[in-house]
């Protein structure tokens, strides 16, 4: 009998303000889902970061005949420039790996990558397409620059690139994005919290009479504060339940189509996505619930 009252209290209040009910819900649900839009970013650029820091971190390209470096002006590396680069960079305690990609490996690797792109293919020469050698650091952050030090300038080495350094500006775009969507998210959570403390106000404001007989009658406090606060959480759930929603569509209209830019085999997963879902359901029952009890506690008196 308990149980049937508070649910048709629920009812009655969220029928009554029907307006702020919904208004609540939309602000819920795009506040939400903004926050869980930044996590799945927190997620991707995480996976992406770890997938590549046990990876090449520095390139070594070699000279070709036509490379116009001040290193390559005696035209195309040699072996036994190759053999000495190699054997100073395996001295080095900061490498971990070195490989050597050769010209006519380097040329397959071109035009398996920039298949779809043709006619870049066909007109670059392969004279242009240098061997190099790829690294491992034990430190990406640490290591990078004395290494580059110690073998730019060398004979037969064209050019040094830092592929952490490159990929870690992509990586600060992505972080900008990223806080700009938790900072809207946070905004729009106030809102949200402002407008439970409102729905809930007007809801006891509505009931007052209500609510003073039950108390009059020796109602509990929590037995008279439990409509609002179950009218509020069903108000979040509600709108977590809009954001899961819209959360789904992002990975899979928006982060997926994103992920054509990442290096291949970085990926969210279905369990990634659960993990943003449940906490913007927590986060969501949190702040409606919370509010709505503040609200109550110096609301509802007789």
């Known amino acids: 009998m308990r149980a049937q009252f508070v649910l048709s209290e629920v009812w009655i209040g969220l029928r009554r303000n029907l307006t702020m009910t919904i208004a609540l819900v939309v602000v819920v649900a795009i506040s939400l889902s ?12 995480d996976n992406t970061r ?3 820091q046990s990876r090449v971190q520095l390139s070594v390209y070699l000279c070709t005949s036509q490379a116009i470096t001040a290193s390559c002006k005696n035209g195309a590396v040699t072996q036994a420039e190759v053999a000495s680069i190699q054997q100073m960079l395996t001295s080095l305690p900061q490498v971990t790996s070195v490989t050597f990609l050769s010209q ?4 397959a690797l071109f035009k398996q990558e920039f298949a779809d792109s043709p006619t870049l293919v066909k007109y670059t020469s392969p004279d242009e397409i240098p061997s190099s050698f790829e690294i491992r650091l034990k430190n990406t952050e640490a290591d990078a620059l004395p290494v580059t030090n ?9 050019q ?6 490159i990929l870690n500006n992509f990586y600060k775009l992505l972080d900008g994005a990223r806080t700009a969507v938790v900072i809207i998210a ?9 407008l439970v403390a409102n729905t809930i106000r007007l809801s006891a404001f509505n009931r007052r009479r209500e609510t003073s007989i039950m108390r009059l009658v020796g109602a509990s406090n929590f037995y008279v504060q439990l409509p609002f ?8 759930f509600i709108g977590w339940l809009i954001s899961a929603g819209l959360l789904v569509a992002v990975k899979a209209i928006w982060l997926n189509g994103l992920q054509s830019y ?3 085999g970085v990926t969210l997963t279905t369990t990634d996505l659960a993990e943003v879902i449940i906490i913007a359901l927590i986060t969501g029952l949190l702040i409606c619930g919370a509010t709505s009890f503040l609200t109550l506690r110096r609301y509802l008196r007789v």
């Open 34 to 45: 903004l926050l869980g839009t930044g996590l799945l970013f927190v997620k991707q650029v």
């Open 50 to 52: 770890s997938y590549w």
């Open 104 to 107: 006519p490996q380097a040329v």
């Open 150 to 158: 110690s073998v730019d300038g060398m004979a037969g080495v064209a």
């Open 160 to 165: 040094v690139v830092d592929d952490a350094s």
């Open 186 to 194: 946070i905004f729009l959570l106030v809102a949200a919290i402002l």
């Open 229 to 236: 606060l179950v009218e509020g959480m069903v108000a979040g």
């Open 262 to 264: 990442f290096p291949y």
